[in-house]
T-cell receptor, first 115, second 111 residues
Framework: GAGVSQTPSNKVTEKGKYVELRCDPI?????LYWYRQSLGQGPEFLIY????????DSGLPNDRFFAVRPEGSVSTLKIQRTERGDSAVYLC?????????????FGPGTRLTVL | GQNIDQPTEMTATEGAIVQINCTYQ??????LFWYQQHAGEAPTFLSY??LDGLEEKGRFSSFLSRSKGYSYLLLKELQMKDSASYLC????????????WGAGTKLIIKP
């Protein structure tokens, strides 16, 4: 595709439910990032994949959050037992590689609302 | 620790010039990025600085001083479509080369 795509664009769920957020990166991009962004704040790093492996998951807030990228392309962010504090826009980004000058291309985000 | 500071909001007039400042404190500086984010949309890349000096790209320029922990984004000939948030992000090699983001500067352009 032309850019990074994310589905769904909006997700409303109830406290305690399980959600999955999907990211389809730009073809050929080996690096994939998940961030979350609250209103009026910059993106907060969650996890970084290089290929199929999670190279850095230090930003995941707790063990309710998990992400996979089984074939090195599409990634899924999974949140168990959602809490109201999980409400945010979840952004996915991809880049050609990990080189420092590589810009990250962002998807449109998934707005998650936990009631 | 790590800290990135930007003004919360700025206002400028169409056709004018505006400078958005960013100061940072990191122990492992490895490059600075500026991104533009329109309301409800994803951030889009504007510029990258790793060496001191000015990088010019059309109406937008970005400056870096590593010794001062300081950068600015300069926008010339402002257009109404430049109304957006501008995010400063620093790559830190002591944080596994991840980007540390500022909260962004909301720029309001008035006719």
């Amino acid at each position: 595709g032309a850019g990074v795509s994310q589905t769904p664009s909006n997700k409303v769920t109830e406290k305690g439910k399980y959600v999955e957020l999907r990211c389809d990166p730009i073809s050929g991009h080996t690096a994939l990032y998940w961030y979350r962004q609250s209103l009026g704040q910059g993106p907060e790093f969650l996890i970084y994949f290089q290929g199929t492996g999670a190279a850095d998951d230090s930003g995941l807030p707790n063990d309710r959050f998990f992400a996979v990228r089984p074939e090195g392309s599409v990634s899924t962010l999974k949140i168990q037992r959602t809490e109201r504090g999980d409400s945010a826009v979840y952004l996915c980004a991809s880049s050609l590689g990990r080189a420092t000058y590589n810009e990250q291309f962002f998807g449109p985000g998934t707005r998650l609302t936990v009631l | 620790g790590q800290n990135i500071d930007q003004p919360t909001e700025m206002t400028a007039t169409e056709g004018a010039i505006v400078q958005i400042n960013c100061t940072y404190q990191t122990s492992g500086f490895n490059g600075l990025f500026w991104y533009q984010q329109h309301a409800g949309e994803a951030p889009t890349f504007l510029s990258y600085n790793v060496l001191d000096g000015l990088e010019e790209k059309g109406r937008f320029s970005s400056f870096l001083s590593r010794s001062k922990g300081y950068s600015y984004l300069l926008l010339k000939e402002l257009q109404m479509k430049d109304s957006a948030s501008y995010l400063c992000a620093v790559r830190d090699y002591r944080s596994n080369y991840q980007l540390i983001w500022g909260a962004g500067t909301k720029l309001i352009i008035k006719p």
